[in-house]
């Protein structure tokens, strides 16, 4: 993409100006289309929660260095439960669904089916996510995003009106990710009004991998009608919807604790085994974290590839067929959770716990061999933030996934289980370093098509946002887990500072992460323009369906 | 013998040096990539060889821990094998109820922790003084939760959960609660 160097003038009115209309007249709002508007509204949010959940995530770094006067046991671990969730659905699902309502028209060549559908999914997100992390802040609720039965409904600890809240926008936000899944799938199969009738059937089939699996058998193979990044998406979707349907009802049963109780009768917890729950709820929530995020990440490296190259990824059909692998993979492998639960049969353990996770190290080398390889055919390629971006986020995913597969080993995770090994190397790298370059890299290769051509205002603040993510990143996760290794346990607190040394170097590392993040907005910020960035929530003047203004 | 603190650091070795490895090939690939190349195929050999690879390491990671790692079979084979010395604990209300204020194990012999919670999922882990982890089990109300253990250094430990269970949990340490002895 193009960008511009840091301007030179030191001026207050220069900057001031330009930190209102925007770099070089910045974002003009008026010329923007409905679906680039929704789509952008997405990004901000998501890059607003992504602060959020990263000043949290400084706030426990700190804490963990030395404890905060001002922040009471009660409240730290209320920040503990809001921080991953504001991070994944406030941020990634908003990103990730933000660019995806954008790139699946824009691959499919027609328009998305439902802006309403899209908007309101926008709304639910952006507003549920505000709500459970508004009544863990004020009301403490912190039964963390693992939610172990029965401590929901421990209401001598937690307040259930203030978990009732907290379960309301839970349930908000998985209503407007089923709405994205919806819009996703109508947006593959319908026929937009007035054109040729489109083959909806054998389009899903072909987006859900059916196409690819019946050529196995056939002599004459069948086209794929729906391009990789777009099966990729509507797997990865199916991961959603059943994660959302699974969080939803163990969000329902709580609830019906929750009111009991607000009328004045406790229901027996004991109705529930918290074993069986803990295997359900595992098999819902792992498909964000085992399935989902690892086949959108798949399916956005292809697509950077592709627009970064210009070219046609490496051995197609075998990345087609990595993503079904992942997806029925995603279904089968919760159990490497449970790992440490002794109750769990030992054939769960060794089936799904070990042995289909390790799948996971093979569908996600593919899908980095496979990337890596489309780019090394197309050199020489100038190193563009979409591309430093997407290495990153390469390299993100090859270290964490395998350090994940290592604790997913029942003989290692006796003695890793619950430490900040996982947490660190594992879980922050991987969402980081791996899923949070790789989203910052389609921001950048979608920035041109979203604002109609924006100039970045700095190189340099991208490359400071570069590395402070990159360092920060990778550091942070690898001083999480040397305290991991000396027996450093996550969801706790350590009062006498005992695994000091390494909390301040995970901390200065955190504060880089911080620091380019900071950089990158105000990046953003003075490249649009204030003006241009609120013109993005007003109504477009543009009367059209089309993804981008006609001229 | 190996113990907990052998095994990992055998992690951390094997951890650092792929993590070197990694690094190096993505710092050497994008200076590759943006240079003009001789070779502009990729072998599909290259390919499935990388492949082979992934499925050997995936798997033979299971399979080299199992036969190495003692506590790995011991725990798969707990319920067909007789314990010396049995320890029933109870945690309720946030608390570890011991069956005495000092659990004495001897060296070197099979030791059954059975942990019971009354209400809550918690954790139950052994630490030693620096606070490295010997071992740890998840504490699930109405299941059994049992663990057996060989220990082979003579040395106190304390007991810690290593489970969140709400903010009280993180106080949920009981100091020299396990000790060994004879250990030569």
């Known amino acids: ?62 804490y963990q260095i030395e404890i905060i006067s001002f922040i009471g046991v009660e409240q730290y671990f209320g920040i503990l439960t809001a921080h991953p969730l504001v991070g994944i659905f406030g941020s990634s699902y908003m990103i990730v669904f933000g660019a995806f309502l954008f790139v699946v028209p824009f691959l499919m060549k027609k328009p998305l089916w439902s802006l309403k559908v899209g908007q309101a999914s926008f709304l639910l997100i952006a507003i549920g996510t505000f709500t459970f992390w508004a009544s863990g802040f004020i009301s403490h609720y912190a039964a963390l995003y693992t939610l172990y039965w029965p401590l929901p409904a421990d209401f001598d600890q937690f307040s259930a009106l203030g978990g009732s809240f907290f379960i309301l926008g839970i349930a908000l936000v998985m209503v407007g990710s089923l709405l994205f899944v919806l819009n996703v799938f109508k947006s593959i199969m319908y026929t937009p009004e007035g054109w040729e009738k489109q083959p909806g059937g054998a389009l899903l089939s072909s987006a859900l991998g059916f196409t690819g699996l019946a050529n196995l058998f056939r002599k004459e193979k069948k086209e794929h009608l729906v391009p990789l990044p777009v099966a990729a998406i509507a797997r990865g979707s199916v991961d959603v919807a059943l994660n959302a349907l699974i969080i939803t009802f163990s969000g329902v049963l709580i609830l019906v604790y929750m009111v009991w109780h607000l009328f004045g009768v406790n229901l027996a917890d004991t109705a529930i085994d918290a074993l069986l729950y803990k295997n359900w ?271 | 013998m190996i113990n907990s603190h052998d095994v990992l650091w055998g992690q951390t070795l094997l951890y650092t040096a792929y993590v070197v490895v990694m690094i190096s090939v993505i710092i050497w690939f994008a200076y590759s990539v943006t240079k003009e190349g001789k070779n502009s195929t990729v072998s599909k050999t290259f390919f499935w060889g990388f492949v082979a690879v992934l499925v050997v390491v995936g798997f033979s990671l299971h399979l080299v821990t199992y036969n190495t790692i003692p506590w790995v079979k011991q725990d798969m084979h707990r319920g067909d094998t007789v314990a010396a010395q049995q320890f029933d604990i109870v945690v309720e209300d946030h608390e570890f109820i011991l069956p005495a204020d000092e659990m004495i194990v001897q060296c070197n012999e099979l030791i059954l922790f059975d942990v019971t919670s009354n209400d809550l999922t918690y954790g139950f882990g052994l630490f030693r003084d620096n606070n490295s982890m010997v071992m740890q089990m998840q504490v699930v109300p109405g299941h059994r939760n049992d663990i057996l253990w060989k220990f082979e250094e003579n040395e106190s430990l304390a007991i810690r959960s290593t489970e969140y269970s709400g903010p009280a949990g993180y106080q949920m340490i009981v100091p020299d609660a396990v000790t060994v002895v004879g250990c030569s």
């Open chain 1, 1 to 62: 993409m193009t960008t511009n160097t840091a301007p030179t003038s030191s001026s207050k009115t220069g900057f001031f100006k330009t930190l209102i209309d925007g770099n070089e007249g910045g974002l003009k709002a008026d010329g923007l289309t409905p679906a680039q508007k929704l789509s952008l509204r997405f990004v901000v949010i998501g890059l607003i929660y992504f602060g959020f959940a990263a000043i949290e995530g400084m706030l426990m770094r700190i």
């Open chain 1, 281 to 551: 709820y595992w098999w819902g929530l792992d498909l964000v974290a085992d399935g989902l995020v690892l086949i959108f990440v798949a399916g956005t490296w292809y697509l950077l590839a592709m627009l970064i190259t210009g070219k046609k990824l490496f051995m197609q059909n075998i990345a087609r067929a990595a993503l079904a692998v992942e997806l029925i993979v995603s279904w089968t492998v919760w159990s490497h959770h449970l790992l440490s639960d002794q109750s769990q049969p030992a054939i769960l353990k060794i089936v799904s716990g070990e042995l289909v996770t390790a799948f996971e190290l093979i569908t996600q080398g593919i899908a980095i061999f496979v990337t890596l390889a489309t780019l090394w055919l197309a050199r020489p390629l100038k190193m563009t933030n979409e591309l430093k971006f997407l290495l990153g986020g390469l390299l993100g995913f090859g270290l964490a996934v395998p350090a994940g597969i290592m604790q997913a080993d029942m003989g290692l995770n006796r003695i890793l289980h619950n430490t900040q090994w996982i947490i660190g190397p594992h879980v922050h790298v991987a969402i980081i370093v791996g899923l949070g370059m790789t989203l910052y890299a389609a921001i950048y290769a979608l920035w041109p098509l979203l604002t109609n051509g924006v100039k970045l205002y700095s190189r340099w603040m991208s490359t400071v946002h570069f590395w402070g993510t990159l360092v920060g990143g990778i550091g942070m996760g690898a001083f999480m887990g040397m305290a991991g290794l000396q027996g450093m346990l996550r969801r706790t607190i350590y009062m006498e500072g005992e695994f000091a040394p390494y909390m301040w170097l995970a901390g200065i590392s955190g504060a880089l992460i911080l620091i380019g993040f900071v950089f990158f907005m105000i990046n953003i910020i003075m490249s649009v323009g204030l003006k241009g960035l609120l013109g993005i929530f007003t109504k477009s003047k543009l009367d059209t369906k089309d993804l981008v203004p006609a001229d």
